[in-house]
Structure formats: structure tokens, C-alpha cells
């Protein structure tokens, strides 16, 4: 059975650092995974997620993101493989991979740019879901990016098998689809909130004990704030973590300035304010420009960051 308690409540989807010449810096990218666990901005890590932009990374690619992070980490914190691709073939050997390498859990994300059926969806994941029957699977629904929902029924359906046991939900453009989830599947099924602006919206759906925690970008740099934010709210003290989530709402949304949908550039060039190397992103996405990288910095020094 899925222990959500294993994985804690701040799952941080590790940003890929890049060096100039576009290769995964391995070097930079142990030393973040360290930083997150040594200053407890992380209970868990998520690997090659789309804060860590998969989506340009090769199979070779991701298996040594994993290898540097396990081998970072040590056993400090628990690690959840990102395997999904647009390839249920590659999707489902990078999971026996993950497999193979000692994961126990993988973030699956529905395929993109193919808009599958909602029939096509539940073949998919059930087609990776028997492929690595020891393997815990979340599947991550991101409409955003991959162009489809994962609608409330499928997932039920899907919950239906024994390893498909969580689902990571990006809530902001469908923030009441978290209830359909819910009312769909198990009471043992566990949801993550996946956008860092819907936090405590998530866990106002559905409590302390059927959703597990954010998949949160933003817990890079102030992973102990969401974590207090999260226990002010189950505390009962909701006038006081919706102040939180107001404060923090603005650095948050900044990071999508100019049209960005993907927030890892400038998450990037936010850790760099704070003297931790995340490297460059992957063309096509590009760095902040100065006038970006001075909006964040603002947002930042106004949060208290600088």
C-alpha cells in the first residue's frame, strides 16, 4: 500500500541545471539536491518533472539524472522517478528502469501533444501500470502542457488498479476538478496538488488525509515557508495561512511573467539571486531577461527572500 506519510507534504519537482554548451551539469545539479535536503526545503524530491524540463531530455538523459541524485542524496530523502514521455513504449521501459535502479514510486504525466481519448488515456496508463506492477504509480495530469485531461471518471477507472495508487492534479484552470478526483476513486487514493498557488484551496477539498502535499517548484526557495503555511491551515488557524497564501501569491506569479508557462527559467535565475547554482534552461526556454530578473528580484525582497 502507498504510504503517503514516507513522502511528506513538500515534494519538490528538482529544477535540471544546464551549462552553456545545453549538457545536464551534473556537478550543479547534485550540489541543489543537497542544498533542498540540507535545508529542509524538501521531505521528498521529484526527478525529471517538468520543473525539470523532461520534455527536452533524452531516455539516456534522464536515467543519469536519476543516478546523480540517488547517488547525491544518499537514502536522505524519498525519490520519485518522472517516466512519463509522449511514448507509451518509452514511458513504460523508463519505468522498468526506475525499476531496475530501486525507485518504488514514479510520476507518470499523460501524454502530450497526441490528445488522446479519454479510452487512449486509461490504455496508457494501464499498459505502464502492468509493465511495473511493483512500482507505485502517480498519474500527473497537467492539461496546461499536455493539451488533455485526465477527466474524473478515467482516473477512477484507473484507480481501480492496484498500482495506480495517487494522482498529481495542476489545479489552477480546473480548481474544483480535485473533488471530482475525489469522489472518484479509493479512500486509500492520494491527491497532490500540483500548482503553488491552489495549496491550501487542495487541502480545503480534501483534508489532511487524502491529500498528500504540493508538487511544488516554488519549495526550491521557500519550501519551509509552504510547510508552515500547510500546518497553520490543518491547525485550524485559517485567517492566518491564508494571510500565507496571499503573501506568498505575488512571487509566485511572477515567475509566469511575460507569457512564460513554465516558471523553471526564472525559479532559476531566482536561486541564483540566492547564491545557489540551478544552472541555464534548455532551448527553447530562455533565462530571465534583466527586466525580468528585476521583477523577480523585487518579488523576492518584498516576500523577505533578499
Known amino acids: 500500500m502507498f504510504d503517503k506519510a514516507k513522502y511528506g507534504r513538500i515534494l519538490v519537482p528538482i529544477l535540471t541545471p544546464y551549462a552553456a554548451d545545453q549538457s545536464v551539469d551534473h556537478t550543479a545539479l547534485k550540489k541543489l539536491a543537497v542544498h533542498l535536503v540540507d535545508n529542509k526545503l524538501c521531505d521528498s524530491l521529484v526527478l525529471s518533472g517538468t520543473t525539470g524540463e523532461f520534455h527536452t531530455q533524452r531516455f539516456e538523459e534522464r536515467v543519469a539524472i536519476f543516478e546523480s541524485v540517488k547517488a547525491a542524496v544518499a537514502g536522505r530523502v524519498p525519490l520519485i522517478a518522472g517516466v512519463g514521455s509522449a511514448s507509451t513504449i518509452e514511458t513504460a521501459a523508463l ?109 480545503a477539498q480534501g483534508g489532511d488525509r487524502r491529500i498528500g502535499g504540493v508538487i511544488s517548484g516554488a519549495s526550491h526557495a521557500v519550501g519551509n515557508y509552504i510547510r508552515t503555511m500547510i500546518e497553520t491551515f490543518l491547525a485550524g488557524r485559517i485567517d492566518e495561512a491564508a494571510g500565507m497564501q496571499r503573501k506568498l501569491y505575488p512571487l509566485l506569479k511572477i515567475m509566469g511573467q511575460n507569457g512564460r508557462t513554465n516558471p523553471a527559467p526564472l525559479w532559476k535565475d531566482a536561486m541564483k539571486l540566492l547564491g545557489v547554482d540551478a544552472g541555464i534552461p534548455r532551448r527553447p526556454l530562455s533565462a530571465g531577461t534583466p527586466e525580468e530578473v528585476a521583477e523577480v528580484r523585487k518579488a523576492m525582497v518584498t516576500f523577505g527572500l533578499l
Not at 514514479?106 to 497526441?114: D, E, K, L, R, S
Not at 488498479?161 to 479512500?187: D, H, M, R, S, Y
Not at 491527491?191 to 484551496?201: A, F, H, Q, S, V
Request: glycine share 4%; net charge negative.
Open 95 to 203: 519505468a522498468k528502469k526506475a525499476v531496475e535502479m530501486g525507485f518504488d514510486t514514479a510520476m507518470v504525466v499523460a501524454p502530450y501533444y497526441t490528445k488522446p481519448t479519454q479510452r487512449e488515456l486509461y490504455a496508457h496508463y494501464t499498459e505502464i501500470a502492468r509493465a511495473v506492477p511493483t512500482l507505485n504509480i502517480m498519474v500527473y495530469n497537467i492539461p496546461i502542457f499536455t493539451g488533455v485531461n485526465v477527466d474524473p471518471a478515467t482516473l477512477g477507472a484507473l484507480a481501480t488498479l492496484p498500482n495506480i495508487v495517487a494522482v498529481k492534479e495542476e489545479a489552477e484552470l480546473n480548481p474544483k476538478q480535485i473533488t471530482g478526483f475525489l469522489n472518484a476513486t479509493p479512500e486509500s487514493f492520494i491527491i497532490y496538488n500540483g500548482d503553488d498557488t491552489m495549496i491550501l484551496e487542495a487541502y
